[in-house]
Each structure stands twice: as C-alpha cells, then as structure tokens.
C-alpha cells in the first residue's frame, strides 16, 4: 500500500531533479512504454506499462511509493502531453 507521506517527499524529490533528468529521457523503441533516463553510468528503464524501474529503490520501495525517475517520467508525460494539446490548438 502507498505511503503518502513517502510519496509526497518522493514529489517534491522527482520535481527537484525533473530539469536534472529531462534531456537524458529517450523513448526506448519497441512495444509499450519504456523509457531510458539517466546518464551513461547511472541509467534506469522506466516501463509505465507495469509501472516499474530498474533502479535499487524501485525494488526495495516499490511498494510503497514510486521510485523518483519513474515520477520524473510521469512529468515528463504530462508537460508532454500539455504541449502536444497547446500545438494542435495554435
């Protein structure tokens, strides 16, 4: 079960980094959604299919609250979104 107190401090956490992790986001090819992020080194594969990283704390935290880089892909996807919307109406 979600601990919304983690993952309110994961919030705040994804937004800090958002502008830290967006340019190495990258669509991975392929069926579903999954995304790379992170730099050489230290990158994760995001799936929002399942809702899963590949990351440490993904795997010991998962379940009870997401871990920052699959938050940062859901900002990722809404500003994403939000642009696509505003460029089909201008």
Known sequence: MLDPVVLKKRLATASE???K???TIARMPGVGEKYSIGESGNEYIVDLDRQTCTC????????????????VIWIYKYFKIRLEEETECN
């Open 21 to 23: 992790y967006a340019p």
């Open 56 to 71: 440490s704390d993904n795997d010991h935290r998962g379940d009870i609250s997401p871990c920052k880089h699959l938050i």
């Open 17 to 19: 980094e958002y502008l």
